[in-house]
C-alpha cells in the first residue's frame, strides 16, 4: 500500500521535506489532503487529527500514515522513510548523527516561521508586523549565519568529502539542506546574498540536488507547488535587507 | 563507561529532560559540565563543539556520548536511550509514536523559551520586555491549552487508561510531561490556576511522576538544579497573569 502523506494544501511548509525524499526515491505516495476521492482531502486529515478514539492522534501536520501506524513530525518520519528509501546510513549508530542533523534542521525551520509570526500564529502577519522586522533583522544577522555557517562546517569536516552531510552517500538531510537554500533565497533573496562564497559547500550541495533527475523532474512537475506567502518561507520585502 | 550528558551548568534547561530519564532508571553517567577534573567542566564542552575535526559535531547542547558516538537534541538522546533504559516500548513502530510526542514537547518548549526572547536570542530580556508581555499573553491564552489539551486528550484516549501517554507502562515522555507541568508552574503560577481541574489525566500523571522513588530522590538532591532565570522557564511577573 502506498505510503499517505498528510500536509496542508497549499503550501510546500513542512511537508515539503518530506516529498523531497518520496520523490527523489520515486515511492508511491499519495498527498492525501491534495487528492480526491473517498478518504482524501483536507477533511480526511482532519478527521484523523479530530479523531475521539484513535489512539495515536497527531499534534499537527506534516504526519504520515503507513497502514495503520501513523508517525507525525517531519524529522520523526524521515526518520522512519529513511531506510526505507535508501537515504539513511546502515550503521545504526549514524542513523541518530542523521537525526540530529535534521532536527537541527527542524529547530531553524521554527526560527524561519517565527521571522513572520514573532508574536503569535494566531494573530495575522500584518498584526505584528512592526515585531517581524525586528526579528527578521536579527534573524538575517545573527541566525542565517549561524545555522547555514554549521552545515558548513559539518559539510567541511566530513571525512568523505564535502559532498555529502553525512558519509559518502546522499541522505534525507541533503535533501532537506536542498530546500532550506530553496527557501532562504525565496524569502530574503538580499540577505542571502553572498551565500554562494559564504558557504561553498553548502552552496554546491544545493546545486547538486536540483541537478539529480528525480529532483529536477519533480521540481518541474505540478506536484511542486510554488513557494508563497501561506507557508513557511514567506516573501515580505520589508522583512528583507542585506545582512 | 557511564554515559555522559554535556549540557549547560546552572540551570535545567533542555538538559534536565535528558536527566530525569537517566535518574528515573538509575543509570550511571556523568553531568559533564558540571563535574570536575581531567576532560570535565563547560571547557570540555566547549572543545567538543569547537572541535575542527570532530565529524559529528553537535549545534548545540545538550548532547549525549556514548563512546564515540556524540547523540545531538533531546527527543533523539531520548530515542537512543529509552529503550536501554527501559522506558520505551518494545514494538518498532510504537517508538515512531513516542518520538513523535516527545517532538511535540520540543515545538512546546522552543515555544516556552520565545516568551521571553520574542525577537532574538541574542538580545537581553530586558530589551524585548514589550514583545514578551505580548507573546506571553498569547501564549497562556492559545498556546498552553492546546499543547496540554492535546497531551489530556491524548492520555484520555489511551486504550490502556489515562496512566500513562502510551501503553501501560513508563516512557520516558511521561517524565518530559512532568516536567513541562512543573516548569510552567513555576513560570506562569496565574496562567496556570486551575490546570488540575481541566487537565486531570496530565495533573495526575504529574504527580504520579513526582512520587516515583527515584524521582523523588533526584528532585530531593544536589543533582536537581533549581528553577532560575537563566534556563527555558523562567518566571518574570510581569510576563504572568490568568488565562
Do not use: C
Amino acid at each position: 500500500m502506498a505510503y499517505e502523506l498528510y500536509y496542508w494544501d497549499g503550501i510546500q511548509g513542512r511537508g515539503e521535506f518530506v516529498r523531497l525524499s518520496l520523490e527523489e526515491a520515486r515511492t508511491e505516495y499519495v498527498d492525501v489532503a491534495r487528492a480526491s476521492g473517498s478518504s482524501r482531502g483536507t477533511s480526511a486529515m482532519m478527521s484523523i487529527m479530530r479523531s475521539g478514539s484513535e489512539p495515536h492522534i497527531p499534534f499537527a501536520p506534516p504526519f504520515l500514515k503507513d497502514g495503520d501506524l501513523i508517525i507525525p513530525h517531519v524529522a520523526n518520519i524521515l526518520l522512519y522513510l529513511g531506510p526505507k528509501l535508501g537515504l539513511a546510513p546502515k550503521e545504526d549508530g549514524l542513523r541518530y548523527v542523521l537525526n540530529g542533523l535534521q532536527l537541527t534542521i527542524t529547530d531553524f525551520v521554527a526560527e524561519v516561521h517565527d521571522t513572520h509570526h514573532p508574536i503569535a500564529t494566531s494573530l495575522y502577519y500584518e498584526d505584528q508586523k512592526d515585531e517581524a522586522k525586528a526579528r527578521s533583522a536579527e534573524f538575517i544577522k545573527e541566525r542565517i549565519p549561524k545555522f547555514l555557517g554549521y552545515f558548513e562546517r559539518v559539510l567541511q569536516q566530513n571525512p568523505q568529502g564535502p559532498q555529502h552531510i553525512l558519509g559518502d552517500a546522499l541522505t534525507y538531510v541533503d535533501l532537506s539542506l536542498f530546500q532550506i537554500i530553496e527557501g532562504l533565497n525565496y524569502a530574503f533573496p538580499k540577505g542571502m546574498a553572498g551565500h554562494q562564497t559564504k558557504y561553498p559547500a553548502l552552496s554546491a550541495l544545493h546545486d547538486a540536488v536540483a541537478r539529480r533527475p528525480n529532483i529536477a523532474a519533480y521540481l518541474k512537475s505540478k506536484r511542486r507547488i510554488a513557494f508563497n506567502e501561506d507557508g513557511i518561507f514567506r516573501h515580505y520585502p520589508e522583512l528583507d535587507k542585506a545582512a
